[in-house]
Structure formats: C-alpha cells, structure tokens
C-alpha cells in the first residue's frame, strides 16, 4: 500500500442555495479544490452522496457531477453510506491511490435538500434507519437519537442543561467560519427555550440541514511536494459498521462501530486518542457529540458532558472539536459534511484556519457516523 | 409501505415472531437470518410473549410522511421479557406519566396514517401493562 496525501481542498458555502443545484454546488467544490492544489489532472472521482434518489430525483450521480465537471470519461462512482457518505467519498480515493489503481483522484461529498419541507426531509433522512423495524413504525431520525439521550440521562442522572455546551461550542466556532450557515452565538438559555422536535431533543440539540458541496484531492504521497499547498497525508483510515437497528445492540449507548473505526485508524496512524490536537466529530445531536468521545477515548463512560462542561472541547482546550462550527454551527448537508470535516482538518492542520485555528495543530481526526452509529468511517490527517 | 413488503412482514407486525439461535440459544427480534452472537445459520422460528419493559421514550412532534395525523405521538425502545430491544410507539399513552422500567403489553394497531392506495397497515405498539382492579381469584 502507498501512502496517501490531500493535496488540494475546497469547499461551498453551506446554505439554502435557492439558486444553485447538486451539480452546481458538487462543480464549485471541485474547481475549487483542483485550484487549491494548482493541479489539473484527476484520473477518477468518488462523489459522496445520501439522498440524490429521494430528493433530487436524480441518481447515477457520479456520472451527472464527472460530466458537469467537464471529467468525462475518467472513472466516477456514487459513494452511500448515510450522512458518513462524505467521509466514505475520502476512504474510496484513499484505497484508490493507496492500492495504485488510481494516481490523482478527487472525492466531493455533496448534498442538496432544501427544495422540500421539513416532513420530506425527515422522510428521506430515516432512510438510513431500518426500513422496516424503524422508520415503519414512524421513528424519525430526532426521535431514534431521543430515545438515546432520555436514556443517557436517565443512566447518568444528567439534565439536559448539562448538554448545551456542545451547541454553545459550535456555535461560537461557526462565528468564525465564513462558510457556515449558522454563524450567530448562541447562550445556556437560548438552548434551553429552544422548541422541541423530539423531546428531549429541541432544535439546538440538533445540526440543521443545509445545501452545500466540498472536495478534496488527493496522490501518491510521494507526488505531493509537486502541489501547491503544504500536503497533508492520511496515515489513518478505517471503516467499521455495526448493526442497523439501534435496537439490534446489546447497549445502544455503547456506539461499537464508532469506537472500532477509531481504534483502526488510530493504529494504523500510530497514535493514541491523547496524541490528537483535534477532533472533528459528527456532532448531528448533542447526545452523538457525547457518545463519540466516550466510545473514541477521549472520555470514560458517562464522562463527557463533564469534559463539555470543563471547556475542554473549546479551540484553547485539550480536546478541540468541531473546530468550524461542526455539523450544528456550520450546517449538515449530510452526504457533504464528511467531506467538510476533512478539508477543515486539512486547512487547520495547513494552519490556514484563520480565527478559528487551533495552535500547533499537527493531528488531526475526522469521523462521520452514517445511522444511529451504525457505520463509522474515520481518518486521521497529519503534517 | 407497499402490499408485498406488507405481506412479507405479516409474522414479526402481527404476532411478534422472531426466531432463536439453536446454537447459542439467543432469540432475536426482528428474526435475523444468521446469529449474531456465534453465525450459525438456520435460526427457528420463535413468538415472543408480548410483555416487555419499557428501555426509553421520546415524544415526536415534527413527524415524517405518513405520521402527521397521529403526531404528537409516542415512540420508544421496549425490551421484550425474553431478552430483545424494540422500536415502536406506544399506544394508550396520553395522561400517563411514562417511567423507565415500566412494564408494558404488545397490542396490534394502525401504524400509520393509511397511503395513496387505501389499505391500512397494522402492527404491533407497546402500551401499559393492564391490571385488574384486584387480584383474580
């Protein structure tokens, strides 16, 4: 296997883009990322994806965004895997260059869903649930991740003040990201008159949707000093899946797949969760942000709302995350926000993250959970 | 839901059937085609009791397409006596002050609103566990 490393990142504003479709938003990000690399060749195209089928009418999308992109004919293929599409989207180019199939090749994750209203969203977001022995039964994507939090609480003896520091958190880094589409801070009370989706869950425990593109290109690690931008390589990356259902698990607070993807690539990267300068997680409710860091290590069981609470995942603290905002300040188009976590990984690790950089950053951890933790997909980036 | 996929679902949505592991002896819900505790394939047929203890809940009040006319409704995690998790709503809820642990009965009911076509798709819900007003004689 060769090494790996990102040579060029680029990415949409996320928004409400009435004016722009999946192909317009999927073409800036990769213009975007070829420029940043200064780089003109791509020899195959990996597109992360969830929901073109049900939102977009549109599949064979892999094909639709080579072709706008003016790529054609090179290899394109549509990456699923739930609102870890992004993340899969890297791990596919990653095997590509890593195996030596591929050279050059580019990964965009890319998602448009604000042509329809919030029942048909919430429709196609339980599409990564079980079909039949969850969404059926009109468990939504909130209330799967309610049932966990009540519980979370209920076995920790938590209140659900004692979540709002990840919400507070991301919304004061999203300040500081041009990009992100909810850029104003937010306080303890603002979280707590928040309205409820599915109580206990209210809509600041929850990452909002979003129209947004971002890529990112990568090579051989031994062709990337012919890149523009300093090269960042990947010397971590792994997949794990657990089952569907969460109630298929013997402890649906114990996310086995998130902690499995991160111990794999941990190990591949040689690096231990305290080597890590930053982490970002897939923070789509406060209760994920909490089950991320204790099944990846960063806090013991029942622990991590106290590492919150001590201003530990802030970007002074030991443990930063969600660094621009994350998928609660800077928006969730959820096929595209694995991809987001790694070109913000790249630009803090490059130190290119302006006012919202972490000091010194030089490794960096990005994971996208597609499901209730059902697949896990997690890298580990390093200068 | 369309009619065959109904039709297919007829045994876990009415009577609760899972299936067991002959190697290990773990029973499933929903069946499953391989264990997933030791991987011995061809699992036997197995009908849970229906009482169960209630693991969790959350009351959804944005819901998705085909729930709006029940909504606000209940949904929850159940864990049957015979050892599973459930997801499914619970039925007979209103006024009631839900508790984790709490014990529960399975009841067939309309899971949601009927579609296009006009049949209407029952299942099994989870609702408090009925007592008699005294002990039977």
């Given amino acids: 296997m060769r090494d790996v490393s990102i040579i060029g990142v680029g990415q949409t504003e996320v928004a409400e883009h009435w004016d722009r479709s999946l192909r317009d938003l999927a073409v800036e990000a990769i213009a975007s990322a070829r420029k940043d690399a200064g780089i003109d060749r791509v020899d195959a195209l990996f597109v992360g994806n969830m929901l073109s089928g049900e939102l977009a009418g549109q599949e064979n999308v892999a094909t639709l965004v080579a072709d706008a992109a003016g790529l054609v004919p090179i290899e394109a293929l549509k990456i699923e895997a739930a609102c870890a599409s992004g993340g899969a989207a890297l791990r596919a180019a990653y095997l590509a260059v890593a195996s030596g199939a591929h050279d050059y090749v580019l990964a965009v994750g890319v998602e448009k869903m604000t042509d329809f209203l919030t ?37 920790h003896r938590a209140r659900h003040e004692d979540f709002a520091p990840f919400s507070v958190n991301a919304h004061r880094n999203a300040a500081l990201n041009p990009l992100a589409m909810y850029r104003q801070p937010i306080t303890v009370e603002d979280f707590m008159r928040s309205p409820i989706v599915a109580d206990p869950i209210n809509i600041l425990d929850s990452a909002g949707i979003g129209d947004g593109a971002a890529a990112l290109l990568v090579c051989p690690a031994t062709e990337a000093r012919r890149a523009r931008r300093p090269p960042v390589r990947i010397s971590g990356s792994a997949c794990a899946t657990d089952t569907l259902a969460l109630a298929g698990r013997a402890d649906p607070l114990v996310w086995q797949a998130v902690a499995d993807s991160a111990r794999l690539a941990c190990a591949q990267a040689k690096v231990k969760p305290q080597d890590i300068d930053l982490f970002e997680l897939h923070d789509a ?41 994350g998928l609660k300040g800077r928006g969730h188009p959820v096929g595209a926000s694995g991809a987001y976590q790694l070109v913000e990984t790249a630009l803090q690790l490059r130190g290119e993250a302006g006012p919202a950089q972490v000091k010194g950053a030089a490794i960096g951890m990005a994971q996208s959970v597609g499901g209730s933790g059902s697949v896990a997909i997690t890298h580990i980036l390093q200068v | 839901m369309e009619l065959p996929r109904y039709h297919r679902l007829r045994g876990p949505y009415y009577r609760l059937e899972g299936n067991a592991c002959p190697g290990c002896s773990r029973r499933f819900f929903p069946p499953r085609p391989v264990c997933s505790s030791c991987r011995t394939p061809g699992l036997e047929p197995f009908a849970f009791s229906g009482r169960a203890a209630l693991y969790s809940w959350s009351r959804v009040l944005q819901p998705p397409r085909g729930f709006a006319s029940m909504a606000p409704y209940t949904a929850g995690m159940v864990r049957l006596e015979e050892g599973p998790l459930v997801s499914a709503q619970l039925a007979d809820v209103d006024g009631v002050d839900l508790a984790i642990d709490m014990p529960l009965e399975m009841v067939t009911r309309k899971i949601r609103d009927a579609e296009e076509h006009g049949y209407i798709v029952y299942g099994y819900k989870f609702r408090p566990l009925l007592r008699p007003a005294r002990p039977p004689r």
């Avoid at chain 1, 969203?121 to 009109?138: F, I, P, Q, R, S």
């Avoid at chain 1, 590492?307 to 660094?323: M, V």
């Fill in chain 1, 119 to 155: 029942d048909g969203v919430t429709t196609a977001l339980a599409l990564a649930a079980d079909a039949d022995y969850e969404a059926a039964h009109g468990l939504s994507f909130a209330a799967l991740n309610a049932i966990l939090m009540r519980r979370y609480m209920h076995e």
């Fill in chain 1, 285 to 325: 409710f406060t209760i994920v942000s909490v089950l991320s860091l204790e099944a990846c290590g960063f806090a013991d069981r029942g622990s991590a709302l106290k590492l919150a609470a001590e201003g530990r995942i802030g970007l002074e603290g030991d443990i930063p995350i969600c660094t621009f905002g």
